[in-house]
């Protein structure tokens, strides 16, 4: 990375059944921050498939400065998991991202050139410019994305053309304020955030990026997941 950077990111990581993917993360995100000073958070969510004695062993191997563990005792939200993940956090940036694989790390480097160019409060990922993209969804997953997207900006008029991603990169004292209003869950959670910091002024930036669905495990998102969208967008329709 040009130019001299004094910056520490505190690389956010909510968990929760993710042993075959974590390691593999956290040696992605190795290679490709090189000249970085960065710190790992895995917030694990009580997992009971064994994820935190992987995340121990990457701490045995890496450092226990570079690979924070802070568990949780259960599924408590990812809203309240990012909070909990900025107590422990000692950069000034936060990067937030999935565990899953579906946000690559090789793009890391492209948020934080970003942001030293612009002076950006966020640097969001998109799948929706040119040169974004997603991999491994069926056809009825990309409508309901790109419609929940659609939606999205034909009544919120946030100015960033991807609200329901979840890679983003924050400036640490931005991402305070903009969680601290927040009162999502689930998958509007992401959109609020966005919409939020759009409506406060933030300066936001955006990079192409291509989401892969998950390798291992299952996904998330369901059918209640995509109610839980449209009440939360009446709700940010109705209070910003």
């Not at 991202?97 to 480097?109: F, G, R, T």
């Not at 053309?161 to 890679?167: N, Q, V, Y």
Request: aromatic fraction near 10%.
């Amino acid at each position: 990375m040009e130019g001299k950077n004094n910056n520490k990111y505190s690389i956010i990581v909510p968990t929760y059944n993710e042993r075959m993917n974590i390691a593999l993360l956290v040696y992605l995100i190795f290679k490709h921050l090189r000249d970085v000073d960065f710190e790992i958070i895995v917030v694990d969510d009580g997992s009971p498939d064994g994820t935190q004695e992987i995340v121990k062993q990457l701490q045995q191997l890496y450092g226990d400065d570079r690979i924070l563990l802070r568990p949780r005792a259960k599924k408590l939200g990812l809203g309240t998991a990012y909070i909990h993940g900025l107590k422990h956090a000692s950069g000034n940036f936060v990067v937030i991202m999935d565990a899953d694989l579906s946000h690559h790390p090789k793009y890391l480097p492209s948020f934080i050139k970003k942001q030293l160019e612009t002076g950006a409060s966020i640097v969001t990922g998109t799948r929706y410019v040119k040169g974004g993209g997603v991999h491994g969804w069926n056809l009825m997953r990309k409508l309901t994305s790109r419609g929940a997207n659609v939606l999205a900006q034909t009544f919120l008029w946030p100015g960033v053309s991807d609200l329901t991603g979840s890679f983003r990169l924050y400036k640490k004292s931005v991402l305070e304020d903009v969680i601290s209003s927040c009162v999502s869950k689930g998958y509007v959670f992401q959109m609020e955030m966005i919409v939020r910091a759009s409506r406060k002024g933030y300066h936001i930036e955006e990079v192409p990026i291509t989401f892969v669905d998950r390798v291992f495990g299952s996904s998330k998102l369901g059918g209640s997941e995509i109610v839980e969208y449209l009440k939360g967008l009446a709700y940010l329709l109705l209070t910003t």
